[in-house]
């Protein structure tokens, strides 16, 4: 009735088949080898469930602690909810999908197996993925997820390496608390990655990315992402009263630091963004472009970063 129980239960079972042979089971192994049984070149991943489900969170993508001998694995799969069944497959055969925790992982199915398996749908072989660099390896993931996103959605992580320098905070942070530098660097970012910003104020989705983007992205809550744009505070700091459009008052008011962001950030939050890549030096004409597309009563290129072209 326990995942260790029942791992167990499996090196004994596999022990007895090996009567007279060479190769022998190890039931001290390290806690964290992939897989759990190795036997030369041959390996078993053991999977239980209490649940009555044949899916289960496997081993990271990274696969840092593989027995580097085994070249093919097996899964043994104890399912004890329902009808207490044990099932088995070729481990790669059965990898379905891939999660994200701190770390991303696979997902395996034993039963019923599926049409593809994740490395069909990403167009890898198992042992060419596997082998491959983590670079390499993250974009073949990031390809497959943005395929399975739906309307609205958008990947929260975006690293190409595991020692990337983007690492999201731990702790949810206010932008209410964050100080003036920050806020005007996250508003800038939004701004140049969103132009949906400029969107008419009866767009209801407008600011649905620059909430995602904030928060996916930095690890802040801004439950009132219209104010960064269109409260008075935010486009008449000085508190002029010279009138015109509230957005686009806000937007003159940062762009300096909207052309920084155009330099910064990887060219990977364009392509998830905007759906395509675009040179540094090009970014700002691009936005204007879409924003001249995007907003109502007034035109972003007649009035922004005129200095810039």
Not at 134 to 159: C, N, V
Not at 223 to 241: E, I, M
Request: proline share 4%; glycine share 4%; charged share 30%.
């Amino acid at each position: 009735m326990t995942s260790k129980s029942f791992e167990d239960r499996v090196r004994a079972v596999v022990q007895s088949f090996l009567s007279g042979l060479a190769v022998k089971v190890d039931f001290d192994p390290h806690p964290q080898a992939f897989p759990d049984i190795a036997l030369e070149e041959f390996g078993i991943e053991v999977k239980f469930s209490l649940q009555d489900t044949w899916r289960s969170v496997a081993n990271s993508v990274l696969e840092r602690m593989r027995v580097d001998s085994v070249k093919k694995i097996y899964i043994i799969f104890g399912k004890m909810g329902g009808l207490a069944e044990v099932r088995w497959g070729e481990y790669e055969k059965c990898v379905i999908h891939v999660r994200t925790s701190h770390v991303p992982r696979f997902e395996v199915e034993v039963y019923p197996l599926p049409a593809q398996s994740l490395f069909e749908k990403m167009g890898i072989r198992y042992d060419d993925f596997r082998s491959s660099r983590m670079e390499d390896k993250m974009q073949h993931i990031r390809i497959y997820a943005r395929s399975r996103l739906e309307k609205g959605e958008r990947l929260w992580w975006l690293d190409d390496t595991s020692d990337s320098s983007h690492t999201l905070p731990v702790q949810a942070r206010l932008y209410t608390k964050l100080s003036t530098p920050e806020k005007l660097k996250l508003r800038a970012e939004a701004v140049l990655l969103c132009p949906s910003v400029v969107k008419s104020s009866r767009a209801r989705d407008k600011y649905d990315d620059v909430v995602l983007y904030i928060l996916t992205y930095h690890g802040v809550l801004c439950h009132q992402a219209r104010d960064l744009f269109t409260a008075g505070s935010v486009a008449d700091p000085n508190n002029n009263r010279t009138g015109g459009v509230n957005i686009q008052k806000s937007i003159a008011l940062i762009q300096d630091n909207i052309v920084d962001a155009a330099i910064r950030l990887d060219d990977e939050l364009f392509v998830e963004y905007w759906g395509y890549s675009v040179d540094k030096d090009l970014r700002i004409k691009e936005w204007l472009k879409q924003a001249d597309a995007l907003a109502v009563g007034w035109k972003p290129s007649e009035s922004l970063f005129l200095s810039t072209r």
